[in-house]
């Protein structure tokens, strides 16, 4: 039996990523007929058309969807293997990583995040990147280095994961509001108004189905898409927000926080990168301090 030429590898890659003869051959610098050659022994190879015409330009088969996600990696893999492994020096480090994290994330973590790294690789530069969705879109294309968040059943399987920590849900409203003295039974906290959060638009989660087990119903009065939105409107408001404890400490300062007289799920924060970073020791130093400091911080409630 033949072997096959291990080198169509990256061709197919560029084609896959690419999506065209033209950018992929730029890609790796030959020339369109070089590359359209090329993409005619893949197709024979793998006995599929990988990438047929549509109008003016190219489309991928199933087959070509199936093999962009297993041969992409596969190319990294071997990139990082025969790349020569040399010791980090931290001290000597210059580099800017992109993190990607919600505002309370920042608030919370990212002091005690740039000083722990300023500590030991002066040069390294953090950019925090606003999180508005779950999409991994950055990570894969390598616009952001690491993710922090909540892993959704939408998560690409490609992407690796480690959890951080746990977090739980809190009420919170401003100073003076009837909610914020005495006790906090199922029935005062649904006679409130109340700021409803969600990226995609829904209007109802977990607290809603534990308040109607019980056979109450809160009065949703507006709905945001992050927790400081929801945090500025209830200072200003009579409304009452409900936010991770962890995720918004900072965020929640001078306003009452009370816990939810119904239970709700915890929700475990992860960190997210993809695995083309897995063995880069720069980023794998990065990993773990990330890890360190979520595990290290202390809050009111742990101390």
Known sequence: MTKPDLNLLITLDALLTEGSVARAARRLRLSPSAMSRALARLRETIGDP???RAGRGLVPTPRALELRERVGPLVQESEVILRPAGALDLQRLVRTFSVRASDGFVEAFGPELIASINAEAPGIRLRFVQKLDKDSTLLREGGVDLETGVIGPAQSPEIRTRALFSDHFVGVVRRGHPLAGGEITPDRFAAGRHIFVSRRGLDSGPID????AIGLRR???TIVTGFSPALSL???????AVVPERHTRTLRD???TFPLPVAVPEITVSLLWHPRLDADPAH???RECVRRVCAMQKFPDEI
Not at 209 to 212: D, G, R, S
Not at 234 to 240: P, T
């Open 50 to 52: 990988l990438l047929v």
């Open 209 to 212: 189905e534990a308040l109607e």
């Open 219 to 221: 009065e949703i009065a």
């Open 234 to 240: 209830a200072r200003g408001s009579d409304l009452v």
């Open 254 to 256: 001078g306003m009452v």
């Open 284 to 286: 794998r130093w990065l």
